[in-house]
């Protein structure tokens, strides 16, 4: 492999798409960003895709001939191998959009399409978190919980493009909350940022200890967020920092049980609510100490995600390299 | 790779150790057994492992020259890279044995370790009910709940030689079972035979509703198995039908997970109580069908294990065949 080989990564989210230029070895030019506007179509959507690629190349000082394959993120349901978006909650109305074939085909370069956190988990892998380990699994904090898992240098993407729903494992039978997608007792509805909201108001709703919460709710309009929540918990709310434990313990379930199936060298949380901070990260780690086999409960590595929003992109540009090296 | 080449199997449990000559194609000579007589200590338990693979290469007709490879499978905490059992529970007073040390020198033939439950799986993944499938998840039900992965042709041992503990993920918080592990809410503390036994004394102690379970305990001596359990609800008794229909769906909500997390193209139960049949199988996918996401409900396929107890000694010798293959 030459030592100059480039790829670009792209990253297309729900609002914005960013595209960045990445060398051999995980380093990232300056990233490109674009709206997103996807109610404007898919036809839009795929040329503005293209748009952003080309502005990442020219913004690195490359050239489309220096580029030795692309790669491309998206959220939502896909078919991976296809290079298909097929349904996408994030990006309305898009259906069916054959990313990976329009890009290949405009740019005549080799790209590759990947689920947006199994790209934030193999870019993480690659020059993040998890560089020196040889596997990991990574939660993706946020509206709702995603996931990817790296095993064997390659991304678990599952036999229908599904692998590292992480965020929809059970974890509760008895009493279940409802989760976005439906189904009851998901990780996802008690450790998301939006669960943690929702948790929130039923505490206030339910509760008699008076909260500074309280005071949040009033002052920004039932703009409650988890941050706010967070930072409450920070300022020493009792109910705050109650719900913020909660949290942590979801979480060191949703990690131990990654730990008892995959039993991976690392377990990198990133996401908004990582913004939380190591004080968070401990109480994970302490529930986890608590509750996995002592073995994995002393030796896995529990870490923050390092390279955030970059994640996609440079995770992206990962999944391209190993196209073009021959191990997809 | 010769059409010639064989490989022994070697499946040590806590009763009875197994080994027979395999081929390159799976088939199995007729097994040889001795039993285990683990309290009799370790130096035995090795040379024993040696004179069951003695006679399980005379038993076939072959000679150990034809031998390419050992594998060798065990119950138990173990280090899989360094071929070591730690501390097994099933074979007690063993400690830090070197088996694959051990059978390697004393054959001089190249020699892989492995979990049998591991094994079982790449058993079944290679000749049995996943043969024609590129990944698998299969649970192992018994006196516990063991489990193998299978991705990317290879098993998923984890980093500490945890991995595919499927038995020990957390599925309930708010009314946890304990299970036999000292851990709370454990699938297996649902699932496995003796929690269908425990859950049916409950319901005896509890119900007020006459079952023909309390027959069973009193004829037997309170000899209530897992598998009277659930030929007492095939002859139509509705309190153990309650109990089957209920291990069911704990055993759907363990499938269903593994489908979220890995997304498998099969889901695999094999082990003592698929004695139940087809019936059983059928409350499992339905209630699979009711909680996984629809791609999966609709796709993955979930299946009995077809090799019984030759599963370990298949995949102990597919352990082999891999290693001489240069794929472990």
């Known amino acids: 492999m030459s030592p100059t080989a480039y790829y670009v990564g792209l990253d297309v989210g729900g ?15 300056r990233s490109v960003s674009l709206p997103t506007e996807a109610f404007k179509g898919q036809e839009l959507g795929l040329a503005r895709m ?16 220096d580029i030795a394959g692309i790669g ?10 296809a290079g298909v978006i097929l349904d996408p909650p994030n990006l309305r109305p898009w259906q069916n959009v ?4 329009y890009i290949q ?8 399409f990947q689920n947006d956190a199994n ?55 008895t009493n279940p909350r409802q989760c976005g997608c ?17 948790r929130a108001r039923e505490a206030l709703a339910a509760d008699k200890v008076s909260s500074r919460l309280q005071e949040v709710v009033s002052q920004t309009d039932a703009e409650l967020t988890a941050r706010a929540v967070f930072e409450t918990a920070a300022a020493g709310d009792a109910l705050a920092a109650k719900l913020v434990d909660e949290t942590a313990y979801y979480l060191a379930v949703g990690a131990m049980n990654m730990m008892h199936i995959i039993d991976p060298e690392m377990v990198v949380f990133g996401g908004g609510m990582i913004a939380a901070g190591e004080t968070f ?10 509750m996995a086999f002592p073995v994995l409960a002393e030796h896995t590595q529990i870490r923050y995600a390092q390279l955030g929003s970059d994640a996609g992109f440079i995770g992206a540009a990962a999944c391209a390299r190993l196209l073009v090296n021959g191990k997809l």
């Open 119 to 173: 790209a934030a988990a193999l870019g993480e892998f690659w020059v993040g978190a998890g560089r020196e380990v040889r596997s990991l699994v990574m939660f993706t904090l946020g509206t709702g919980i995603g996931g990817g898992i790296i095993l064997f240098d390659r991304v678990v993407e599952g036999k229908h493009s599904h692998g590292a729903e992480i965020g929809h494992m059970k974890i509760e039978m």
């Open 50 to 65: 293209a748009e952003v690629i080309r502005r990442a190349i020219a913004s690195a000082g490359r050239q489309q001939r």
């Open 72 to 81: 491309v993120a998206t959220p939502g349901t896909m078919d991976i191998p």
């Open 281 to 290: 990260l401990n109480r994970i780690r302490g529930y986890v100490r608590q």
């Open 182 to 198: 439906g189904r009851w007792g998901c990780l996802e509805a008690y450790a998301s940022a939006t669960a943690v909201v929702k």
């Open 15 to 29: 609002t914005s798409m960013k595209a960045s230029v990445v060398d051999e070895t995980g380093n990232a030019a």
């Open 105 to 112: 085909e405009t740019f005549g370069i080799p790209t590759t």
């Open 98 to 101: 054959p990313v990976r074939h």
